[in-house]
């Protein structure tokens, strides 16, 4: 996009540059985490000793099933704000799409894409090629109700909500989503 006012809110906010990238803007009354992955149970463990079913879903079909339950707390989920983290060129983002403008926040720049929250549904196939291609860095609708953020190499995403939007996603069985406070960082995988 050549326009990207729409991600003014992303770089106007206070937030702390990590929390924003991993919560969005401060703003919100609510927080939550997507885990892709179970937390770790102890300092030192690396993803790779977390054991999952062959059944278990993609990062981006966990993000997708999460981004439609929030569709349902916004007015405008026709108009919709994803960003792709710039560092994804050569191995997922197309060269020739970073050339233009990019949302550029504190140690990460972005390209900007404009759609309805339905673009999610094809996300592997307009990025990825029909292969594997991780979430959005960022998402949000029009109206601001509500911003999902996955930065790079986390196991985890955070979402940015109402109360009660992310307590609907407590609720969930087929996603595993906590409450979270932007203020702790949980414990991560070792690199």
């Known amino acids: 996009m ?4 729409a991600a003014d809110w ?6 702390d540059p990590l929390r924003l990238v991993t919560f969005g803007p401060a703003t919100f009354e609510a927080y939550g985490r997507l885990r892709y992955v179970p937390d770790p149970d102890e300092p030192g463990l690396s993803e790779a000793d977390v054991l999952l079913p062959d059944d278990h879903p993609s990062d981006i079909e966990q993000a997708r099933i999460v981004l439609r339950a929030l569709a ?3 007015q405008v989920a026709a108009q919709c704000f994803y960003c792709v983290w710039d560092g994804y060129v050569g191995s997922f983002l197309e060269p020739e799409l970073t050339r233009g403008p990019l949302v550029v926040l504190p140690h990460r720049q972005y390209v900007l894409f404009a759609g309805d929250l339905g ?6 196939q307009k990025f990825g090629g029909g292969g594997f291609y991780p979430p959005p860095a960022f998402a949000w609708p029009a109206d601001h109700r509500w911003c999902f953020t996955s930065d ?3 196991h985890w995403a955070g979402i940015g909500a109402s109360a009660g939007a992310i307590e609907s996603l407590t609720t969930r069985t087929d996603v595993d989503i906590v409450r979270a406070s932007p203020d702790r ?3 991560g995988y070792a690199s």
Not at 10 to 15: G, M, R, W
Not at 119 to 124: F, M, V
């Open 2 to 5: 050549e326009d990207l006012s």
């Open 152 to 154: 790079v190499d986390s």
């Open 119 to 124: 673009a999610i549904e094809q996300w592997e």
């Open 72 to 74: 349902e707390h916004t």
């Open 10 to 15: 992303l770089a106007s906010t206070d937030a």
């Open 185 to 187: 960082a949980p414990l």
